[in-house]
T-cell receptor
Framework: NAGVTQTPKFQVLKTGQSMTLQCAQDMNHEYMSWYRQDPGMGLRLIHYSVGAGITDQGEVPNGYNVSRSTTEDFPLRLLSAAPSQTSVYFC?????????????FGPGTRLTVL | DQQVKQNSPSLSVQEGRISILNCDYTNSMFDYFLWYKKYPAEGPTFLISISSIKDKNEDGRFTVFLNKSAKHLSLHIVPSQPGDSAVYFCAASALQGAQKLVFGQGTRLTINP
């Protein structure tokens, strides 16, 4: 199993540009999430999905869109990039069953918006 | 409003000694707590968790303690090893199995030989 994969690893955008961060998992997990990590702020939840076709907002959803057309993929779209979106983005997945919240994280995408 | 706080940005411990990482929370609805470990340029990896019905959970060298009345939890690593050098995040959720995890800011642990 590859686990959770994210592409690209690095990206530089200009203000106003749009792009999609890709996330895929091969563990047949129902739940998937997107987080951003900023210095001194830990990880903050952007959007999450509890299954194909179902998404919901997290703590910091503004400026981001998501969709979940398949169990495997959960892309994150930046509609019009802003410097405040410079961050490291992590995708995570977990099974819908089981007792705990153990989430499996991808390696991250480092995004810089100029 | 930071609901989960790790007030020590960094901690330095000698190899073989005990490392104690602390975490405080403000939301009394949190009932499940997790610790994640993160190396540079990698995603966080799950370390250990504890339910609010327990006050201690142990897994090898790692033990998590929960004090609900003080809204405080701690992670003990004994003995500390150089490979333990990483950033440690505390996280909490309001319902076991819920998707919304709230993370602390992280503590960078350095184990000195």
């Amino acid at each position: 199993n590859a686990g959770v994969t994210q592409t690209p690893k690095f990206q530089v955008l200009k203000t106003g540009q749009s792009m999609t961060l890709q996330c895929a998992q091969d563990m047949n997990h129902e739940y998937m999430s997107w987080y951003r990590q900023d210095p001194g702020m830990g990880l903050r939840l952007i959007h999450y999905s509890v299954g194909a076709g179902i998404t919901d907002q997290g703590e910091v959803p503004n400026g981001y869109n998501v969709s979940r057309s398949t169990t495997e993929d959960f892309p994150l779209r930046l509609l019009s990039a802003a410097p405040s979106q410079t961050s490291v983005y992590f995708c995570a997945s977990r099974t819908g069953t089981g007792k705990n919240n153990e989430q499996f994280f991808g390696p991250g995408t480092r995004l810089t918006v100029l | 409003d930071q609901q989960v706080k790790q007030n020590s940005p960094s901690l330095s411990v000698q190899e073989g000694r005990i490392s104690i990482l602390n975490c405080d929370y403000t939301n009394s609805m949190f009932d499940y707590f997790l610790w994640y470990k993160k190396y540079p340029a990698e995603g966080p990896t799950f370390l250990i968790s504890i339910s609010s019905i327990k006050d201690k959970n142990e897994d090898g060298r790692f033990t998590v303690f929960l004090n609900k009345s003080a809204k405080h939890l701690s992670l003990h690593i004994v003995p500390s090893q150089p490979g333990d050098s990483a950033v440690y995040f505390c996280a909490a959720s309001a319902l076991q199995g819920a998707q919304k995890l709230v993370f602390g800011q992280g503590t960078r642990l350095t184990i000195n030989p």
